[in-house]
């Protein structure tokens, strides 16, 4: 946003700070609104508009950098797959893209809570996955997708790159009509998070 001349020095807030009221401004981004009354929703700089008649807070930014901790449900792309694993980039932490890629393994015996006798059952690279982190090793994380809402999230068909549509726990693709089975998130279809990898 850009720096408006009616606010030289923009005032910290703290997340709840009151900002205004719907009288006075039209409740802008980093805002919330509540009984009449414009509230911060960061810890940011209010920023006001004259012309627009509209406040809003520019969050400050994270110095610190966040990288995946065990627990965490984390959003990666398949990049290899093997007989025994998945790697993948961790490049999504909740709804924090990340800075870096961190690299993400899945076990064949941690993708399904039934049993899978080889990943290519379940993930083929360039799946858009949300898995949980159950482990770190040195840089290297370990992941599961064993819970009906974990798994893949965003596939293409393997044969000819088409986006593959949900059929009941199945996916088709609509063009070619090529098997591909996927181990899906119970929301295949009805994501509404950004996925995109920035990187
Ligand atoms: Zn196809």
Redesign the pocket.
């Given at each position: 946003m850009s720096q408006n001349s009616s606010t030289p020095k923009p005032d910290l807030v703290a997340i709840g700070d009151l900002l205004g009221v719907v009288e006075e401004f039209i409740p802008g981004s980093g805002t919330y609104e509540s009984n009449g009354k414009i509230y911060s929703s960061y810890v940011g700089y209010k920023r006001i508009n004259r012309q627009r008649l509209e406040v809003s807070v520019d969050p400050i930014k994270k110095k610190e950098i966040i990288t995946p901790q065990v627990g965490d449900t984390v959003i990666c792309e398949v990049v290899i797959t093997r007989k025994q694993s998945a790697m993948c980039h961790i490049f999504k932490i909740k709804s924090h893209f990340l800075f870096d890629t961190y690299t993400g393994m899945i076990h064949v015996s941690n993708m399904s809570q039934s049993y899978m006798n080889n990943v290519d059952d379940g993930f083929k690279p360039t799946d858009i996955v949300r898995a949980k982190v159950i482990s770190k090793n040195f840089t290297e994380y370990e992941l599961t997708t064993k819970y009906p809402e974990l798994g893949v999230i965003y596939a293409e068909?393997a044969?000819?790159?088409?986006v593959l549509q949900r059929e009941g726990n199945q996916l088709n693709?609509p063009?070619?009509?090529?098997p591909n089975p996927r181990k899906i998130a119970k929301d295949y279809g009805h994501v509404i998070e950004r996925i995109d990898n920035l990187h």
């Open positions: 068909c044969n000819c790159g088409t693709c063009l070619c009509g090529y």
